[in-house]
């Protein structure tokens, strides 16, 4: 059975075919009666078990009983090229690769068609020992030249909006019975992609996944994890690369945390120092210090109303104290009153008429003082601070008075301020107190 140009039947004629290779060709076509040229000496392989056969082709190399064991490939196509003439041989286009390929293989669905149109089948099964299963081996190297050496071009693409176009769609298949773990220090034993770098020399290589354009149009999103599709989380990085995350360029929002979340939007590991928190131009620093507290390294300008939403830290004291006439002393000793003290460790009373701090700050201070009589002549009461600003009133024609200062600066933890009163109602007079003390900022 000759091999002509035009001839229907189970190759298609290329002027590359030499005279030896359609030789051996019609040797094995005059051996079978169908159309299917049959090298069937081994098993069929396939993907589910379905055992489909080549209707032209149908190439088979060991059995489960005698496999091949290995020396060479069942089929190589080998290919030395040289083009010099790009008009001619390539149809003026360096990247025509139909002009040039060592193999191609074109499949074309007509319209109607209700399976999915598929030109290359590539199945590996097996159960080996020490090594992988790989489906598909692809490399490309630039060994001179200014070219690119890239392992596979993948281009999925759309020319009506109801289709759809994907470049690539890869993968993991976990029917083990178990789940997968991630692996911190090299490949995870399920992944979807695993991209490496390698170089004699450990040179680096400039990026593990960069996006691009090929002309003027966009991605809407360059990264996009789809609703259902991450349990744990999202982005994780163990490289202990200089910067996590470095954003450069020009955009609207740096950061845009929209999402809802149950726990928080933004955590930071729990240090007690600058390296757990936030720098600011390297200038400013805010992190947390201690448990529960907020420290600000550097000034703060504040341009409108600063309020926290919690009730401030508040805290109320009761005193007695027995006192002579036109004398003056403390209020006596302060026992804290639990009802009306939700904090009662931002401020304690460790002596009579003092109070003191643990924590710096800003505090509002106001003492009501009850003298039991009506005082007849000079009578006050007075909150003293840190700084030696005294606030004081007086009282006359009254049994009682009360004094506040809305603006008491503790500077350091243990601060204390006192409280004192005079008292001229012509007798000794067993004196109330109340104090009120609240944290402010």
């Given at each position: 059975m000759p091999i002509n140009p035009g001839d229907p039947g189970p190759t298609v004629w290329a002027n590359g075919v030499d005279a030896a290779l359609a030789a051996k060709l019609d040797a094995n076509l005059t051996a079978h009666t169908g159309v299917t040229i049959a090298d069937q000496a081994g098993d069929v392989v396939s993907q589910y078990g379905t055992n489909e056969t080549g209707q032209r082709w149908d190439i088979r190399v060991g059995t489960a009983a005698t496999p091949t064991a290995g020396g060479g490939p069942s089929v190589k196509i080998a290919q030395t090229e040289?083009?010099?003439?790009?008009?001619?041989?390539?149809?003026?286009?360096?990247?025509?690769?139909?002009?040039?390929?060592?193999?191609?293989?074109?499949?074309?669905?007509?319209?109607?068609?209700?399976?999915?149109?598929?030109?290359?089948?590539?199945?590996?099964?097996?159960?080996?020992?020490?090594?992988?299963?790989?489906?598909?081996?692809?490399?490309?190297?630039?060994?001179?030249?200014?070219?690119?050496?890239?392992?596979?071009?993948?281009?999925?693409?759309?020319?009506?909006?109801?289709?759809?176009?994907?470049?690539?769609?890869?993968?993991?298949?976990?029917?083990?019975?178990?789940?997968?773990?991630?692996?911190?220090?090299?490949?995870?034993?399920?992944?979807?992609?695993?991209?490496?770098?390698?170089?004699?020399?450990?040179?680096?290589?400039?990026?593990?996944?960069?996006?691009?354009?090929?002309?003027?149009?966009?991605?809407?999103?360059?990264?996009?994890?789809?609703?259902?599709?991450?349990?744990?989380?999202?982005?994780?990085?163990?490289?202990?690369?200089?910067?996590?995350?470095?954003?450069?360029?020009?955009?609207?929002?740096?950061?845009?945390?929209?999402g809802a979340y149950s726990s928080y939007a933004l955590r930071f590991t729990p240090k007690t120092d600058a390296a757990g928190g936030i720098s600011f131009g390297n200038d400013a620093f805010l992190y947390r210090s201690a448990a529960g507290v907020l420290t600000l390294n550097g000034a703060l300008a504040v341009t409108g109303k600063v309020s926290s939403g919690a009730a401030k830290p508040h805290a109320e004291f009761t005193a007695t104290v027995s006192l002579a006439n036109a004398t003056q002393g403390n209020i006596g000793v302060m026992t804290v009153d639990a009802a009306n003290t939700p904090d009662t460790t931002m401020v304690t009373s460790p002596s009579a008429g003092t109070l003191t701090f643990t924590n710096p700050g800003l505090y509002a201070i106001t003492a009501a003082v009850n003298f039991q009589a009506v005082v007849t002549g000079e009578s006050w009461a007075s909150i003293n601070t840190p700084s030696g600003v005294i606030s004081r009133s007086h009282a006359t024609g009254t049994d009682r008075v009360s004094v506040s200062d809305p603006t008491v600066y503790i500077p350091t933890g243990g601060g204390t301020v006192t409280i004192d009163v005079f008292q001229t109602s012509g007798a000794t007079r067993t004196v109330l107190t109340r104090v009120a003390v609240t944290r402010i900022a």
């Open positions: 040289k083009v010099t003439n790009l008009a001619t041989q390539m149809g003026g286009n360096a990247v025509a690769n139909e002009h040039n390929a060592a193999l191609s293989v074109a499949a074309l669905g007509l319209t109607g068609s209700l399976a999915q149109t598929n030109a290359v089948m590539i199945i590996a099964n097996g159960a080996p020992t020490g090594t992988d299963v790989c489906a598909l081996g692809s490399s490309g190297m630039v060994t001179g030249g200014t070219g690119t050496g890239f392992g596979a071009y993948l281009q999925g693409r759309r020319n009506v909006p109801g289709a759809s176009a994907i470049g690539a769609e890869i993968r993991v298949q976990n029917e083990s019975g178990a789940d997968g773990t991630a692996n911190p220090n090299g490949m995870s034993n399920t992944v979807g992609v695993w991209v490496t770098t390698a170089g004699t020399g450990g040179f680096k290589s400039g990026a593990g996944v960069s996006l691009g354009t090929a002309d003027a149009t966009q991605f809407i999103h360059g990264y996009h994890t789809t609703a259902g599709a991450i349990s744990d989380c999202a982005f994780r990085d163990e490289s202990g690369s200089y910067a996590s995350f470095s954003s450069q360029g020009t955009h609207n929002i740096g950061v845009d945390l929209n």
